[in-house]
């Protein structure tokens, strides 16, 4: 979660970033070379035909849908409403009503100027995608572009193995194993691998664990959320691929960076993505719930998991809560940093005392930790009036963050990692795991591990594709075509 990221601990390594064709193996084509159009038959056949998944979802899909749609002029007036709308959306208050303007008088008729301009342009995004996703996109699907996006899924469904990727230095360690940097061949591009040592997994009885932490990955996709593009498995390691986070984890930065805690404007920052981040997991009926420095956030759960009573989201507004007392004081709401606490003191903490708010804090932030760590969850800052995280966007301590332009990646963060450094610890004060003693594996485990390695993940590998410039360096049609 996070521009900053913080998952795993993963930092910057001075290695090609992947960007615009660095890092690709010289024979990169190789592993992305498209079979002839004959061997997507029964792709073809099987492939859902919905205009939402393969037009507007699927990145590669989109690029593919928009190219037919260049073709036709009346096609494309429709894609540059589209994007000029999107561009609406994302247009700072103080310009977006005349903006609004231009844009009814460019592309649509003086009525609509009785309707609120908001309301006028989700109507015509509707209108314009429910013409697309009829005769233009039955005609797109009989195209030399459907084709090549059936020739790029193909590419896609490969099947994965280490051999696609250089493996790097140790970033840090998971429940099941550790964390590296690695890159992919293809493309260039670096990822962290967690690697879930079988045995280890076996021995901790961790399989429906390690199966719903990748089940759940491949469901989100968004900005603030890291995300899973492959999996794949070695003779010892189940592997997830995952997005590699330039600036080391949250802990990393509050108390190894100066002064112990962060000023106002990076913890707003912050708190606003994953705020943001939390919003689209609760979106899917997702708790994130084991909320922690080396997860990103911290280590004190809420009352309520305490005592074990019924939760939900709740849990993880009190997180946040503590995420923010913790960025600005530069220690957990309740003990000190390094403090260390019999299970049972902290718990009685948790349930019965009252957090200190020092000078660090101004109104704002006090009022909104006040707010989220509330000992009732009912009585809790987003728990309130079911409406969840728009109420504690609205929140004073929010005000200089305007979210719309946020979760389209259009707010510069506070702070940009130095590309030269390394925010995480040295590879030799990394503890290493033991060896796994008196574990064998059988035919049960291989039918596990079938469900687990399932190789490439749709949209991050297709965003892949398109960001180191793959797609743009592959995507050639020649005269056959």
């Known amino acids: 979660i996070c521009n900053i990221s913080w998952k795993y601990n993963c930092s910057v390594i001075s290695l090609g970033n992947g960007g615009n064709r660095k890092g690709r193996s010289r024979k990169w084509k190789e592993f992305l070379r498209f079979p002839h159009i004959n061997e ?21 899909g989109k690029h593919l849908f928009r190219l037919f749609c260049a073709t036709k002029s009346d096609l494309q007036h429709c894609i ?6 999107a561009e609406y959306e994302v247009t700072p208050d103080d310009k977006r009503k005349n903006f609004g303007k231009q844009l009814i008088n460019k592309y649509l008729t003086s009525q609509v100027f009785k309707h609120p301009i908001d309301v006028t ?16 996109f039955a005609e797109y699907q009989k195209s030399m572009y459907f084709d090549r996006f059936l020739q790029w899924k193909m590419v896609e469904r490969r099947s994965i193995t280490r051999d696609i990727f250089r493996e790097y ?20 591009k670096m990822y962290a691998c967690k690697k879930l040592e079988k045995k280890r997994i076996k021995k901790r009885s961790g399989e429906a664990m390690a199966l719903n932490e990748k089940q ?40 190894n960076m100066g002064t112990e805690g962060l000023n106002k404007e990076r913890v707003e920052f912050y708190a606003a993505e994953i705020l943001c981040g939390l919003s689209h997991l609760h979106k899917k009926s997702i708790v994130y719930r084991d909320l922690k420095p080396e997860n990103i956030l911290l280590d004190d759960n809420a009352p309520e998991v305490i005592t074990n009573t019924y939760y939900s989201v709740s849990v993880d507004w009190w ?11 530069g220690n957990p709401p309740f003990r000190n940093h390094k403090e260390r606490l019999p299970r049972q003191e902290m718990e009685r903490r948790v349930q019965e005392t009252i957090e200190h708010y020092g000078k660090k804090f101004d109104e704002d932030t006090k009022s909104i930790c006040k707010s989220l760590l509330a000992k009732n969850p009912k009585e809790r800052l987003g728990c309130k009036y079911g409406r969840g995280s728009e109420v504690i966007k609205g929140h004073g301590f929010f005000k200089d963050i305007n979210f719309t332009r946020l979760e389209a990646g259009m707010m510069p963060p506070p702070f940009v990692p130095d590309p030269r450094a390394v925010y995480c610890a040295d590879v030799l004060d990394i503890d290493q795991f033991s060896t796994v003693k008196g574990v064998s594996l059988d035919q049960v485990d291989e039918n596990f591990y079938s469900k687990f390695n399932t190789g490439s993940v749709p949209v991050p590998w297709q965003n892949e594709i398109i960001e180191t410039e793959c797609f743009k360096d592959l995507n050639v049609f020649g005269p056959s075509d």
């Open 40 to 60: 997507c038959t029964e792709l073809e056949e099987s492939i859902e035909r919905d205009y939402y998944s393969l037009c507007v979802k699927e990145p590669i």
């Open 169 to 188: 230095r140790v970033l840090g360690k998971g429940g099941f194993g550790e964390v590296c940097a690695c890159q992919s061949r293809a493309s260039g």
């Open 80 to 85: 540059d409403l589209l994007d000029e709308t």
């Open 121 to 136: 342009f989700i109507w015509s995004c509707r209108a314009l995608h429910e013409c697309l996703s009829g005769a233009p």
């Open 319 to 329: 997180g946040l809560g503590c995420l923010i007392y913790e960025m600005t004081a």
């Open 216 to 255: 759940i990955l491949e469901r989100v996709n968004s900005r603030f959320v890291v995300s899973l593009a492959y999996t794949y498995e070695t003779k010892e390691a189940l592997c997830l691929v995952l997005t590699l986070m330039n600036g080391g984890d949250l802990r990393f930065h509050i108390y």
